[in-house]
DNA sequence: CGCTGGATTGAGGCCGATCAACTTCAGTGG
DNA sequence: CCACTGAAGTTGATCGGCCTCAATCCAGCG
């Protein structure tokens, strides 16, 4: 029961090999249950953390999209990064010791709550899942490296696909469902929801996607790709 | 000999505690030196490594300043990070297992190489030195978290403040050397080399900094704060 | 049905880029 | 000692991409 329930969502997470390395069975599970607090539910807006709070947990989405942002002084709001399904948020927090943003759900979200204390105990018991964690961290490194290109064409094609990428990592998709709003991935992408709206439409024009609202598909990878990268 | 020139260098390295567990004596630093090839040497301008190497080393600069940086389809240089003493630069390449970048040496530039085979046998044998690491790749992931910041004039004084801190960990200064042309800070901040130039000038006026080619004083740290952060 | 938040599109303004001239300074060699 | 050279830095004038503000459209939903 428990059983399929955690390992129906496991299977995408790169959580896993640190969960549950080797075989798969219900003593494990419930082993690993002290260590990680399963399947928090946030609602749709609700907030996972606030800047300063104490650093306790890293957490592992299930399923669902969590955005981290910090509010600037004149109440701008800068998002720092998406996390989807798979993924894992708070390793900034380690060096701070707060978490130095807030956190908060875009939808119906599921995560683990991975206190870091036993994190560091489970790392500790089992050295091997040390290079899975560097990997992991080193990651989180190269993520949003494509935040420095200096068009906003480049920005919006490379974020796109980023995103189709990480939501979909086993197969190469070409058509799904926008999971942030384009105020959003303007916040993100140091935009505003404008100007990503501008963009969208020429790249449309120009065959490169097919866009309406939340739906998106990719016309031409190897075009979308060059502008990205940008050539021409 | 050597004893005493590897510890005055080492002194404020954050691989010290990786290095050096405990106490300092020459047969500790034989030993490491299996693990790590201790100060190889770079020339200003001279190239550590390039994009698409293979990743084998992380670098730990005893020295000197290095930059890393990418170069763009139309030939614009986008810098990703400076590292100086005591700063470890590679972890990027611990997901991609090929460097993402170049890395040039910014001056006169003393390293060591460490293999990351032997990291990460040193690593396991001494699993106490983990948590010393993963507070180092979460520092750099905090690393730049400014870059996001609106105007240019915030971005140029949280570098600054940044830059002080980085270069002096111990004290606070005021009062230190540019050890980056205009050219360069821009390429980081993406800014042109004029804007910072203004920048720096109109900071001048605002009696905030005192600035004369690579010498710099900050006159009112709480101002410079206060532009860094957005206010006013 | 109207309401609400998200998305699109247009008009005008501003910040930083671009292009260009000039200055300063370090290094070199006569 | 000074002339020459080239890189770095400063300052000004103009241009363009993105922001701002505003109107409209659209889908989802009580």
Redesign the pocket.
């Known amino acids: 029961m428990i059983n399929t329930t955690i390992f129906e969502f496991c299977d995408h997470c790169s959580f896993v090999p640190f969960c549950l390395p080797g075989e798969r069975n219900l003593s494990w599970a419930t082993q690993i249950n002290h260590a990680v607090k399963q399947f928090r539910s946030l609602k749709r807006n609700e907030i996972l953390c606030l800047p300063n709070n104490k650093f306790q947990n890293l957490y592992a989405i299930q399923h669902g999209v969590i955005k981290t942002y910090q509010t600037e002084a004149d109440g701008n709001e800068l998002i720092r990064g998406f996390y989807f399904a798979g993924e894992i948020l708070g390793y900034e927090a380690i060096y701070t010791n707060r978490y130095p943003f807030s956190a908060a759900a875009l939808s119906e979200t599921v995560i683990c709550e991975i206190p870091y204390a036993n994190f560091l105990e489970l790392l500790q018991a089992k050295p091997l899942l040390q290079k899975r964690i560097l990997y992991l961290m080193s990651r989180q490194l190269n993520m949003g490296s494509y935040l420095v290109s ?4 480049q920005r919006i094609a490379a974020f796109l696909l980023d995103l189709a990428m990480r939501l979909h990592p086993m197969e190469e998709i070409i058509e799904f469902v ?1 999971p942030i ?4 991935m ?1 916040r993100y992408l ?12 020429r790249l449309q024009k120009m065959k490169v996607i097919a ?4 739906k998106i598909e990719f016309l031409c990878l190897d075009k979308l790709r060059q502008i990205a990268e940008g050539v021409g």
Do not use: C, K, M, P
């Open positions: 200096t068009t906003a064409e926008l709003t384009r105020q959003d303007g140091r935009l505003t929801a404008e100007t990503v709206s501008r963009a969208f439409s866009i309406n609202h939340r």
